[in-house]
């Protein structure tokens, strides 16, 4: 984070992003701060629905980075809040690595990490904690074919900017920034893409095979797992499933049924 939430000082907060926004709205409630969230008017229902019952106050916007970061300031000018960034803070990234930590402490002899990627907290995150504890591991970030921007700016070597994506992995849709681009950079093995079939065909198996409530933003490292031409054969491949927010009355292989 970037600040202490845990010290009274700290009122008001802000944030962008929806997983991050209901965990900081929850964090805010419980130290009697406010939790400011900016969230694009196209977000799903059900995750405005859990920032708001984690006491979060929404302000929607258009649906693009500018637009959501000029929101945020106006609303720090207005009531001081302090900006907590999804995933351009060391902090949120180190936090968000605890989940490969607990992965390799649960398979330590993993050869495989699969994990998402938007702004890219979380996979650098995973990255991190991976190859400090399993060096030879091998760290596979995940992205839609339609919001590529991981993927082109690895084969370019620098930042490449989120073009119009049209991707059903709505939590997908940020683009990479200094912070976590030099880390995907430096040890990230790859960035592997999925169609938008393989997302929504992946969703519905976890969902029908493993019991497990996943989002598409989810479901598109269990695509890669699933479709990607990799030979897993004899390999340990560990999957992170980072969201179930998911409208039960829209659900994607109901519509394409």
């Not at 010290?7 to 709205?25: D, F, Y």
């Not at 196209?42 to 980075?65: D, L």
């Not at 402490?105 to 993993?110: F, H, I, K, N």
């Not at 060096?135 to 700016?153: F, L, T, Y």
Request: glycine share 6%.
């Amino acid at each position: 984070m970037t600040f202490p939430i845990w010290k009274t000082s700290a009122k008001h907060t802000v944030a962008l992003r929806r997983n991050h926004a209901a965990a900081l709205s929850l964090a805010a409630r419980a130290r009697g701060a406010t939790a400011w969230i900016v969230m694009p008017s196209n977000a799903p229902a059900i995750k405005k629905t859990a920032v708001q019952a984690y006491g979060g106050r929404i302000t929607e916007c258009e649906p693009s980075m500018a637009a959501r970061e000029a929101a945020a300031r106006e609303i720090i000018e207005r009531t001081g809040a302090v900006m907590v960034h999804p995933y351009n803070d060391a902090r949120i990234i180190a936090g968000q690595g605890t989940a490969a930590l607990e992965f390799l402490e649960q398979v330590p002899d993993l050869d495989f990490i699969l994990a998402p990627v938007s702004g890219g907290g979380l996979l650098s995150g995973t990255a991190i904690a991976a190859k400090s504890l399993r060096p030879q591991i091998r760290v596979i970030g995940c992205e839609p074919k339609n919001a590529d921007d991981a993927c082109r700016s690895l084969a370019s070597g620098r930042i490449e900017p989120m073009e119009h994506p049209d991707t059903i992995a709505d939590g997908l849709r940020a683009s990479l920034c200094k912070l976590t681009f030099a880390a995907i950079r430096e040890r990230v093995d790859e960035v592997a893409l999925a169609s938008e079939e393989e997302i929504v065909e992946a969703m519905r198996h976890v969902w029908e095979r493993m019991k497990i409530i996943i989002e598409p933003s989810a479901a598109v490292a269990a695509a890669v797992a699933v479709f990607h031409k990799v030979d897993w054969q004899g390999k340990k491949v560990g999957v992170i499933l980072s969201g179930g927010n998911v409208d039960l009355e829209k659900l994607p292989f109901k519509r394409s049924q």
